[in-house]
Structures are given as C-alpha cells and as structure tokens.
Antibody
C-alpha cells in the first residue's frame, strides 16, 4: 500500500517561496500521477496540480505562473514550489496519488498524506 | 473551470438515519465524480469513484449515483463515526475541482 508523507517549513514569509516534499513508500513509484491539493483554513479543497513519474505536469491555471512541481524517482519523492506567497497561501497542503482504473471512472485521489500546515506570515 | 455545487451545510441527522448529499456540476461530466470523507485533522478518504463505485474497504452503507451533471452520495444507517465533511470532485477536465463540502452532524 502506498504511503505518503509531506515535509517542509511550517512558516514562510510573504513574497518568499513555499517548498514542500512528499516522500512515497510502499507500492510502485512508477505509473502514478502525483498531486498537490491544499485546504485553506475554513475553506474547501483546492487542486494545485499534478506531475507524472516521467515529469510531465498539469498545473491549475490559477497557480501556473508561480508553481513548479518536480519528481525524483531515485528517492521516491516529489516536490512543490510555490513562489511569491501571500497570507492567502496559508493552508494545509496534501500530497496524493491519482488513479484512473478505467475509462469510465475518471481520475480519483486514492492515497493521501496526512497534510502539512504552512503558514505565511512575517 | 467546472464548478461543483453541493448540498447546504451542515446537514443534521440522527444515528441510524439515511441521508443524501447532492452535488451538481456546472457542465456535463459523465460519471467522472469521486466522493471523499474528511474528518478534522485527518487526510481525506476516498469513498466513491466513477460516481458509483465503492472504494475497497469502505462500508457498504455508503453509495453513490448519478451521471451527467447531478450526483448523490447516500449514507444509510448513519453512524457516529460518519461525522465529517464530505466533498465531491470532478475529473472531467483540469483543473480538477471539488465541491464546497457538506458537513454532516449527528
């Protein structure tokens, strides 16, 4: 069974870059889409984007100009960098796998990390 | 972006009740809907995918239905551990989007 764990600074200053890593264990690292999803306090879930094991990406246009995702297959991890953060980027950030088991199911997030709270404040 | 609109929150019910959570997409999305249960401080948990397919290990009192633009999550025989916020999510097109969530109270 795939297990994911987010790590990174819990506090980032405004205008700086938020960086998180998702470590993956169990299962196969290949053939998955790796996703980042966040939840601001008191709000709903927001999909930031995904990266395939081979490195191709799909970003949410709302974040595309300041978002970079990367994957390290040697160490079974993938990462998120969000530049020029503001207090509105304060949220719990989750990494998750996306699977499409059949043409009729679409993509669904079947494994999630526990989440990492990142606060943007000076 | 495809907007996902869920039932009003919170939804209050009693143990043993059957409840229905509705989710409407702003455009046609076939059966590309998933449902998640989110308890405070925990990771969201996949319940249903493909609109009606129960994820392995999820109790059978959870069921989903619908296609096109209107979808439902039904929880039968509501249990205390079902207190959570429930989200629908579409994957018909990127950016993938979630509904605003429906909080279930007992």
């Amino acid at each position: 069974q795939v297990q994911l764990y987010e790590s990174g600074p819990g506090l980032v200053k405004p205008s700086e870059t938020l960086s998180l890593i998702c470590n993956v264990s169990g299962g196969s690292f290949s053939n998955y889409y790796w996703n980042w999803i966040r939840q601001p306090a008191g709000k709903g879930l927001e999909w930031l984007g995904r990266i395939y094991t081979g490195g191709s990406t799909n970003y949410n246009p709302s974040f595309q100009s300041r978002l970079t995702m990367s994957v390290d297959t040697s160490n079974n991890l993938f990462s998120l960098r969000l530049r020029s953060v503001t207090p509105e980027d304060t949220a719990v950030y989750y990494c998750a796998t996306a699977t499409q088991s059949a043409f009729t199911t679409g993509w669904y997030f079947d494994y999630w990390g526990q989440g990492a709270l990142v606060t943007v404040s000076s | 972006d495809i907007q996902m609109t869920q039932s009003l929150s919170p939804l209050s019910a009693s143990v043993g009740d059957s409840i229905t959570i509705n989710c409407r997409a702003s455009q046609y999305i076939t059966t590309y809907v998933s449902w998640y249960q989110h308890r405070p401080g925990k990771a969201p948990k996949l319940l249903i995918y493909g609109a009606s397919i129960l994820q392995s290990g999820v109790p059978s009192r959870f069921s989903g239905g619908g296609s096109g633009t209107d979808f439902t999550l039904i929880i039968s025989d509501l249990q205390p551990e079902d207190v959570a916020t429930y989200y629908c999510q579409q994957s018909y097109s990127t950016p993938f989007t979630f509904g605003g969530g429906t909080r279930v109270e007992i």
